[in-house]
C-alpha cells in the first residue's frame, strides 16, 4: 500500500506562484509514475503533469511553460511548482502514483485546493 498527502495550496493573486508537494508513503519502492491531477467546481478530473522515476516529465498544453513537476527520491515527494497562475487554475490538486509494474492500481492522495483570486 502507498499513502500520498499532498500539502501546499492556499490562496494567491493571478501571476502568483505556489509549490505543491506530495509526500509518499509505504511501499513506495512500487511507484513508478507520479503525477498531479486537479478538479475544478463542476468539472472533471483532469491531468496536470507526470513525471516517471527516471525523470521524463510530461505536461498538459494549459500549463506548459508555467508549471514544473519534479521528485525528491531521497525524501519521497513529488513537487508541482505553479508559476504565473490564472484564475482557470482554481482547483483541487490531487498527486496521483502509478506503480510498476502497472496493475490497472492508481494510489491518489486526498487533494490540497488552489485558489486564484485577487
Known amino acids: 500500500q502507498v499513502q500520498l498527502v499532498e500539502s501546499g495550496g492556499g490562496l494567491v493573486q493571478p501571476g502568483g506562484s505556489l509549490r505543491l508537494s506530495c509526500a509518499a508513503s509505504?511501499?513506495?519502492?512500487?511507484?513508478?509514475?507520479m503525477g498531479w491531477y486537479r478538479q475544478a467546481p463542476g468539472k472533471q478530473r483532469e491531468l496536470v503533469a507526470t513525471?516517471?522515476?527516471?525523470?521524463?516529465?510530461y505536461y498538459v498544453g494549459s500549463v506548459k511553460g508555467r508549471f514544473t513537476i519534479s521528485r525528491d527520491g531521497a525524501k519521497n515527494t513529488a513537487y508541482l511548482q505553479m508559476n504565473n497562475l490564472k484564475p482557470e487554475d482554481t482547483a483541487v490538486y490531487y498527486c496521483?502514483?502509478?506503480?510498476?509494474?502497472?496493475?490497472?492500481?492508481?494510489?491518489w492522495g486526498r487533494g490540497t485546493l488552489v485558489t486564484v483570486s485577487s
Open positions: 496521483n502514483g502509478v506503480p510498476l509494474p502497472d496493475s490497472g492500481v492508481r494510489y
Open positions: 513525471i516517471t522515476s527516471g525523470g521524463s516529465a
Open positions: 509505504g511501499s513506495i519502492f512500487s511507484i513508478n509514475v
